[in-house]
């Protein structure tokens, strides 16, 4: 074979398409085992989650003015967070929040709609959180405080559910944009 006589096209042709293939293997290979930044980013809210069956617990979190080093027994804590039924066809009820760090209190209508949502607390910046949700409850929970609370740790809290079961959550506290006028 002669190296300085001139290719066919076939061979050039064959030649770059091997190059081409050699190339696509070795780039697929690149994103192997990679974990997308997406897959694992959690939102951007004040508190955590859990899930209970059908339910899943959202932006749980305390709502305390805290003026010093902690927020002092006998004084009230607001708990927000949102509650999913998945279900597409059973409701389900909120029946009792309880926790080591004071008495909570329900109120307002904590049944859970079908494919619905349970709105408890006012979140900071959503001044009507369920004005144009069709499926949607509201209510309130309020903690009277037995014990001392402060920012930066998490405190348990047991949600129990009708038909779903019950699940503990570590609740962080969030202080909000500005202090509720119902805290005492």
């Known amino acids: 074979?002669?190296?300085?006589?001139?290719?066919?096209?076939?061979?050039?042709?064959?030649?770059?398409?091997?190059?081409?293939?050699?190339?696509?293997?070795?780039?697929?290979?690149?994103?192997?085992?990679?974990?997308?930044?997406?897959?694992?980013?959690?939102?951007?809210?004040?508190?955590?989650?859990?899930?209970?069956?059908?339910?899943?617990?959202?932006n749980v979190h305390l709502r305390a003015a805290q003026t010093s080093d902690y927020v002092r027994p006998g004084?009230?804590?607001?708990?927000?967070?949102?509650?999913?039924?998945g279900?597409?066809?059973?409701n389900d009820k909120l029946v009792a929040i309880?926790?080591?760090?004071?008495t909570v209190s329900l109120s307002g209508d904590s049944t859970i709609p079908a494919n619905g949502v349970l709105v408890v607390g006012?979140?900071?910046?959503?001044?009507?959180?369920?004005?144009?949700?069709?499926r949607a409850q509201s209510a309130e929970a309020r903690i009277a405080l037995t014990k001392p609370i402060t920012n930066g740790l998490t405190y348990k809290f047991t949600f129990d559910f009708e038909k779903a079961g019950e699940t503990t959550v570590a609740v962080p506290i969030s202080a909000g944009e500005a202090p509720s006028g119902k805290l005492s």
């Not at 279900?87 to 059973?90: A, C």
């Open 122 to 134: 006012k979140p900071d910046g959503q001044p009507e959180p369920l004005a144009n949700a069709g």
């Open 98 to 102: 309880t926790s080591d760090i004071g």
């Open 75 to 85: 004084r009230d804590a607001e708990l927000l967070f949102v509650a999913v039924n």
């Open 87 to 90: 279900s597409p066809d059973v």
């Open 1 to 58: 074979m002669d190296r300085f006589a001139p290719r066919t096209s076939a061979g050039l042709a064959a030649g770059l398409a091997g190059c081409g293939l050699a190339v696509a293997v070795a780039l697929s290979g690149c994103g192997a085992g990679q974990v997308s930044q997406m897959a694992t980013q959690e939102p951007a809210v004040n508190g955590t989650s859990a899930n209970v069956g059908p339910i899943s617990l959202r």
